[in-house]
Structures are given as C-alpha cells and as structure tokens.
C-alpha cells in the first residue's frame, strides 16, 4: 500500500536530518526552485490538494488570494495545534518526519513568495515540539534554512510558537491572535487571513500534514498526485481512527477510501466482533453516522452530501455498549470546555447544552429536554463569529436525532438504554489527547 | 454610492458603511449590545443579527457592510427568533436581580426582553456564580455576574483611554471581566465605563442607590469644567425629594456632540455637579457695615447698599479709578452684560478677563484642557475685542496692590484658584469699596465689602464659547439655588437703580443684541445654535478654503 508522509514512520532516527536526507527529505526542492513560484501554485491546485486541518480548502487556491501588489511581507503560518478530537495525525509527521514538513514549509514559501514561517504547535506536544525544533536547527546549519535556502537567492526563516493548551487556537484566525500574543480570540471575517493575517499582513494558514504532502505534488507531478484520490480530492491521508475497534491508529489512505472498508478492513472491525452502532467521521465536530450511513467514500465532497464531513478526518467508533447520551455528555462537555467564551450563543449555549445532558445523566430529566437541546444548538448554529459554533451544535443536532428513542428513554426512566456494561473510563478519555 | 433596502424602505449610503449605521440614517433601530459608534466594532454579542438576501444565514449588522441592491429584514420571523434567542442566551447565566440593581430602568437587559424577547423561560439549570460588588477603581463598581461580556469597556479602556485596566479572563462561560492584574480602573475617564456598559456590571459609585432612573428628568447642559465645554444632560431628582441625598442634582451624563467630545467626557468634568449644591455655595446677599462687620442682608437692602457706596465711590475718586473683574466662568450673556452696563454704561475703562493659568489644569489628548474655565474664548471675543491695550487680571491685581483703585467689581468664579491667596488679600486690602458677585464661597466673598450670591450655570440659562470656538447652549436643570439670582438679573436691576441703558435681561434676547454687536457671534441665534452648537471660526475656514 503506498505511503507517503507516513513512509518513513518507523525508521530510526527518521527525524535527524542524516536520515532524513537518506530517505528523500529535500530532494525535491531544486524541483520547485526550477519551477515560478506561479506555476508552482498552479500545479499544486492541478493536485486537487486539499487542507487537510479541518475544512478542505483546496490548498493552492488558498495560495492565489494573497494579494499581488501588497507591499507588506507575506507569512506562512502552520497550524499544528492538532485539538480536534480523534485527531492524531500532524504529530505523527512532527516527530518522525520534521525534515518533510520543513520541505514543504520551504517549497510553500517559495509558491507565495513568504521568508518567514510560524510553526504553532499544540501546547502539549512535547516531543513533537522537541523533534521539529531539532530539525530547523539542523536545517539551518546545513544551509537548507536561512539566508539562501540551499544556495538559492531565497531566503527563509522558521519559528516555532508553542500554543497554551486552547482547542480554539486550532482556529485560524484565533491562532494568528494567539500568536500576536493576544488572547486566543477568533477574528471577525473579512478581512481573511490571505489578505490580513499575522500582523495584519497577507498570510497563508495551512495544516501540518497539508504542507507534507506538497513535496509529493512536486515530485510525483500534479496529475498523479491527483489521481491517487477521488474526484476533486487529491492524493492521500491520514485518517486517525480511534475507539471501538480491533486496531486503532492512525492510517495513510487514499482519499475516498469507503468508511467501511476502514472499520472493518484496516482497523479490523468492531472491538470484540460487536455491533456497531454509530461513527464519527472528521473528528468530534463532524454529524455522527449510523451503521447503515458508512457505505460512503471518505473525502471532504461526499461526506458533506451525506450531510457530515470528513474535516480532520479523525474516525470515532462507537460499539452497541456505548451509551449515545454519555458519548454526547464527553462531546458537549468538552465544546462548553473550549468555547472562548468570545460570543454569546456558543458561548452560553454549550454550557447550558453540558448542563442538560449531565441533569439527564444524573436522572433528574424532564419531558421536554431533548427538544430543548436541539432549540438551543439550533439557536447556536449559523450565529456564532466561527465555526466552532457549528461544531459544537451539529454533533449534538444529530446525536439526538439519530438516537432519539434513547435520549427519551434517560430522560423517562432516567436508565440507561444499553443493557452491556459501559466502560467508564474509555467514555470518559478525551479521545484526542494521544 | 451602494443603494439598499432596509425592510422596503430605499437609502444610498456610502460604501463602507454597516448595515446598523445605515438603518440609523433611516431612525430604524436594529437592537445590539457590543456594538458602540464610539469604539471598534466587537461584533460578539450577535444581537444585531439581521436577514441579508441571498446570504445563506444571518449576518451582524454591526459589522456587514453595505453592497448594492443588498435588501436586509429587520422584521422576519427568523430575525425575531435569533434575537429572542440571544437573549435567552445572555439571561441563562445573569442573576436577574433587578429589584437590588442600580441599573434597572436603563438596562439594555430589560430593555430588549420587553422589546424582542419575551418567551417563557425553559431554563432549569444553576447558574455560573461570579464576582459581585466588587469596587475596581474609585469611580466603578463591577458585578461580573450582571455582565454579558459585550467588551465594551475593555475596548473604551484599550481604545479610547489607553490604559488597559481591564480584562476578560478565563473562557467559555467562566468567561469574566476583571481588572488586569488587579489594577485600579482609575484613568480621568473612568466613569464613562458606566455609560458605555450596558447592564449593571459597571455602575458608578457615585451615584449607585441614590435614586431609580424613573426618576429623574433631564436638561441639556453643557459642562463648565474647562475649556472643552463637553456636552452632557444634566438629571436631576425633582420628584423624590427624600431620594439622592435631598439633593436636586443626581448626575451628569455625556451627550454626544461629534464636534466637541464625541460620546464621552472626563471624571472631573463629570463629577463637578457636587460644586452646584456644595455647602459652598454662597447663597445669601451680605454687606459689611461702617462698623465692618458683615451681615447678611435681603436684596434690597444689599442693591440699595451697592447703589450707593458705588455711586458715592466714583463721585469721589472718578470711574478712573474703578475696575472690573470678570472671569471667564460667565457665559457669553453674562459677559455682554458685563460690557454693556460697567464699559459702555458706567464707563469703566478697565475691565479685565484674562486670569493666570489654572495649576489645577491638566490636559491630554482626548478632553481636557488646561484651561479649567469654560468660555475663555468667549471672553476674549466679547472684552477684548474693543480694548486697546490687553488688560490681565494680574495688572489690575497689582495696580489695586499699589493703591490705584478704589473701586473693584469681582464677577464670575475661579479667580481664588489661580491668584495666591495672599496676593489676592493683599491687593484687596488697599481698595476702598470690593463688591463680589460670586456663587461660592471664598477669601473673596469674605473680603468684599459686598456679596451677591449668584447663580451657577445649572441654573441659569446662556451659551459659552469653547476652546475652538464652537457656540453652545445650556438650559437651567434647577431652580436658582436660595437667595441666589441669575447674573442677567442682578445687573439688570443696578443697571435699572442707575438709569443705565443694558441689554434685555432674558438670555435670548441679550445673546441676539450680542449677536448684532460682536462680529464673531454675528447670524447666531438661540434657533441657529440648537442643541449642539455652532462653530463660527469653523465657518469661516471653511469658506476660505473652499
Ligand atoms: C474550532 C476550530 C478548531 C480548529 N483546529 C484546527 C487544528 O487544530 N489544526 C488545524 O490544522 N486546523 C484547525 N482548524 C482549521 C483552521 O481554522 C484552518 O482552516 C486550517 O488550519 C487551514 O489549513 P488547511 O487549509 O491546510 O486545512 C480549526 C478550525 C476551527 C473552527
Ligand atoms: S463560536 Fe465559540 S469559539 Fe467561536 S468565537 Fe464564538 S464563542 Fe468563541
Ligand atoms: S462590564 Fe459591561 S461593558 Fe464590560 S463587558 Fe461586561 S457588560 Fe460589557
Ligand atoms: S451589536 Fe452586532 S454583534 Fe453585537
């Protein structure tokens, strides 16, 4: 099965530059540099590359909004704060392959024209942090960072910025407030970040894994890279499946690989051959599906006609024993947790929304609450300043809908639907914190 | 120019304008908290949402700009429920304790839940607690549980003041506003912190319990405290005598004059209405005796007093050796009247306004100005105008220093503040007859062979002449205080005793003879001035350059 940003996973000391190198890290680079940085975003937009943080923005034409004739300088900014539950991916190139995503940092700057990079890591990403850290020193002492990259009349600097431990600096906008070293606040759009960013200045924010695949685009050519994914999404990813299955794990797979072919194939089916009772797609913000809805391609179009989305394609398993309801409790306690508090209806709504679900859980539910909940996320959704609004609402919109009769049932009976034990503590886990 | 529709109703607005700012020049009003005309757009509260055709949901007005042929509903079913909905979302953490709450009555809180919310609640939930009566700087009291995290205050202080008191800490609806590492809200501007919030999280302590808003009426005014002259209302507590100490006068309030101090105004300025009904105030006529002593006296008794030692004094040394003093605490009136009765009726050649600078008198770049009196602009325009030679305060101190006048009118405060005490005694000292016409209290009234209590701007109508000189009403707010009595009036009557001719003494009238006699005020009127002023200089660049 080909692979790879996950190829050299596995191989000792993939993260020194002497490996690195020995493996194919930079070995794209003159490639890039023959090619203008205008046909450089053209054949990475032929890639049909998307970003791959969270909401599939076709990743070159994300490149071609930076206005053309602004005098200020231009940044690439690379969002590694990986919070999205489910999601553990962009670690997995930070620490073993630091030198791919440094390539694809360079090859990036060299397509929009930018001498200075920010990587902002999650705050709790130690090792990542250290390997990635490590890697631009190397880089730098061996000429391929700094004043000419490579010796070519291109000059290109990295900084790494830690995050303080915040799901909303995963935001593009909060994350650039965040590294102003304000407080991590989404911005109001327009203006987008292409035309004023970090510092007001024209930036391109892209994913850890978006920009490891670019030296692929380079190397492999647009086309192909192309054709190894679906329709209108290139390439490769890394899906990271977590819960109730037999293998969890992050997996490097074709775009539009069919959910269930990963359940059941890759990740070997359900934990202890049982039933499965529901998924989560593109991690905790994505609507959850039911067994019969997982005959669907895993790419960012398909899964929005099914009404859900593939976002950062963190899979959630849930087997028969799982309690929908407490499934539902970790999911909302951790949006009440992470909302910035910044505007109102996420900001009161989640809270209430957390609320509700523990009085339910606590056996103290009263007939009317499940419409109450779908009301509130309902007021939520469409009215916030960002998207983790939406991300907040949908799932508990579409929990309740598709698991009604047991919401009912907590709220009636004030019992639990599932008659097999609920593992208390695998519930309980935030899922993303690998 | 971008042409749009707010709810069928046709405008052209400039591109760059928001849908909130459109709907204004229309006088419709789409309801927000965050959003301030004085301060950068927040956009976080979400109750301007509004319905924009052919967007896919509802957009801010706040912070949606104008595009043509755009149509925007205020009045959609959608529109309601959102802001019905925002509303639910800010009450489920908020106390609700309106009966205890010095807000109550001008709450946006209250305001909008009459108005667009009214549903019935279907919260069970506790509440998140949080900070209550907490004082953060002289001036402000927080209750963060009332807060709805609108931000505008942390933008007035980051934005406006600069001084980055205040902050909001921690997240989602532990969310709260506090102040920076415990710093004291204690900037020149703190009490428009109560102004621009809209709920009771920031009141003024000044003036928390004192009376309910229902209250209390309101006069324009404008505030005498420098030379800005910042446009305020004036509320006053005419129909709870046993509320607000006993006192009449509650507080002051900005009002908006884009010309002059856009929405806010300063501490000072702001608590200056404790000088109106100060236990300062002088408020009964007295004249010293041959026997020296002073004694408090009716009016009559005082006028009859004043007319004769006057009339006597000059008769005996000649208008030579008389002079007048008047500050420019007095309005454009009050100082006419000044000219018409001592200079063109008594024929007194010196009559000094220009007084040393105030020590007290700071200025920055947002308000104040150093100069603490309110229409030294006026002053210069109404006496200066026709004297040859620039008479100072300080040349007429001196030359009563050295014995060469015997007659000596004080009118109008702030004199005390800038002369040295001991200068200012010893001058008075060496002059015959000192007649004071003063609203307060000090070493002058106590030296002056005769005081008349005068009456103090807030109860009197006139029009001071700021700093850049713009022309600006004020209306009397109270009664005359006491036996005090309006300036007009008390020259008119010795204008009256000495057959003197004088400007009418009704305030409008006497500022259209100013009007006709003093080129700068020339095609002003009462009418022409409105509420917000005229700036004649301004009138004049403008037609220059144009
Ligand atoms: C609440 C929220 C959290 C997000 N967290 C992340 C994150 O942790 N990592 C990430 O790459 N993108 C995250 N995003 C998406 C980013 O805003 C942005 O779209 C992305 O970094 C752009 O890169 P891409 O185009 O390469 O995907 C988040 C978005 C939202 C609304
Ligand atoms: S939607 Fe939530 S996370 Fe986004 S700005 Fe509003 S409060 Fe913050
Ligand atoms: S204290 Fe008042 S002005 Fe400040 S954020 Fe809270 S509600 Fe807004
Ligand atoms: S007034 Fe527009 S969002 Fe607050």
Known sequence: MLKLVTKNVGIENSHTLSVARSHGAYSRLEAAFAMTPEALTAEVIKSNLRGLGGAGFPAGRKWSFLPKDSPKPRYLVVNGDEGEPGTCKDKIIMIHDPHLLIEGIIITCWAIQSHKAFIYIRGEYDLPVEHVEQAIVEAKAAGILGETVMGHDFALDIVVHRGAGAYICGEETALLESLEGKRGWPRLKPPFPAVEGYMRCPTVVNNVETLSYVPYVVEMGAQPFADLGSERNGGLRMYSISGRVNRPGVYELPMGTPLREMIYDHAQGVTGGRALKAVIPGGSSAPILTPDEIDVPMDFDSLAKRGTMLGSAGVIVFDETVSMVEALKVIIRFYAHESCGQCTPCREGTAWLEKIVERILDLGGRPGDVDNMLRISRNIMGNTICPFGDGAALPVVSCVTKFRPEFEAWVRRGQPVTTLPVREAHIGEPVAAV | ?546
Request: charged fraction near 20%.
């Open chain 2, 1 to 546: 120019m971008p042409k749009i529709t707010i709810d069928d109703r046709p405008i052209e607005v400039a591109s760059g304008t928001t849908i909130i700012q459109a709907a204004d020049t229309l006088g419709l009003f789409i309801p927000h908290y965050c959003y301030h005309p004085g301060l950068p757009v927040a956009g976080s509260c979400r109750m301007c949402l509004v319905e924009v055709e052919k967007a896919p949901k509802l957009q801010i007005a706040c912070y949606t700009f104008v595009t043509d042929v755009m149509v925007v509903r205020t009045t959609t079913p959608q529109v309601a429920t959102a802001r019905a909905a925002i509303l639910e979302f800010l009450l489920a953490n908020h106390p609700l304790d309106c009966p205890v709450c010095d807000q109550a009555g001008e709450c946006k809180l209250q305001e909008f839940y009459m108005q667009f919310g009214r549903y019935d609640s279907t919260l069970l939930e506790d509440k998140t607690k949080k900070h209550k009566q907490l004082p953060v700087g002289p001036h402000i009291m927080l209750d963060s549980e009332r807060c709805i995290l609108c931000s505008r205050c942390t933008r007035f202080v980051d934005d406006i003041t600069h001084t980055h008191e205040l902050g909001i800490f921690n997240r989602g609806v532990h969310s709260e506003l506090l102040p920076v590492d415990g710093a004291a809200v204690d900037n020149a501007y703190s009490g428009c912190l109560a102004d621009v919030c809209p709920v009771g999280a920031l009141t003024d302590r000044d003036f928390r319990f004192k009376v309910r808003v229902w209250y209390l009426d309101k006069t324009d005014s404008v505030c005498h405290g420098c030379a800005r002259g910042c446009n305020i209302e004036i509320h006053t507590n005419r129909r709870r005598n046993h509320h607000n100490d006993g006192k009449l006068i509650a507080r002051y309030k900005p009002r908006f004059n884009a010309q002059v101090n856009g929405y806010w105004m300063c501490d000072a300025g702001r608590y200056s209405y404790k000088q109106i009904e100060s236990p300062d105030r002088f408020l009964q006529p007295r004249v010293r005796g041959a026997d020296g002593r002073v004694q408090v006296c009716d009016w009559s008794t005082a006028l009859a007093a004043v007319d004769e030692s006057v009339t006597r004094a000059i008769a005996a040394h000649g208008v030579s050796s008389a002079a007048v003093i008047a500050t420019p605490d007095l309005s454009n009136e009050e100082l006419w009247a000044v000219r018409r009765l001592c200079r063109d009726g008594m024929k007194i050649p010196t009559v000094a306004c220009r007084c040393p600078a105030d020590p007290r008198g700071v200025e920055d770049n947002l308000l104040r100005k150093a100069d603490t009196f309110p229409n030294s602009f006026g002053a210069q325009r109404i006496l200066e105008a026709t004297t040859e030679s620039e008479l100072t305060v300080a040349s007429v101190l001196q030359a009563a220093a050295s014995g060469r006048i015997r007659l000596l009118f004080v009118l109008g405060g702030g004199l005390t503040e800038r002369v040295d005490p001991a200068h200012l005694q010893q001058a008075l000292a060496q002059v015959d007859l000192v007649v004071a016409i003063q609203s307060h209290h000090s070493i002058l009234t106590d030296l002056a062979t005769m005081a008349l209590p005068a009456s103090t701007y807030a109860e009197t109508e006139g029009t001071i002449t700021n700093f850049t000189g713009q022309v600006q009403r004020y209306w009397p707010a109270i009664p005359p205080l006491e036996e005090s009595k309006p300036l007009l009036d008390i020259l008119a009557q010795l204008a009256n005793r000495w057959e003197l001719p004088f400007t009418p003494r009704e305030p409008e009238l006497c500022f259209a003879e100013l009007a006709g006699q003093v080129e700068y005020f020339a095609g002003l009127s009462y009418r022409v001035l409105g509420w917000e002023g005229v700036n004649p200089s301004q009138r004049t660049t403008s037609k220059s350059t144009a």
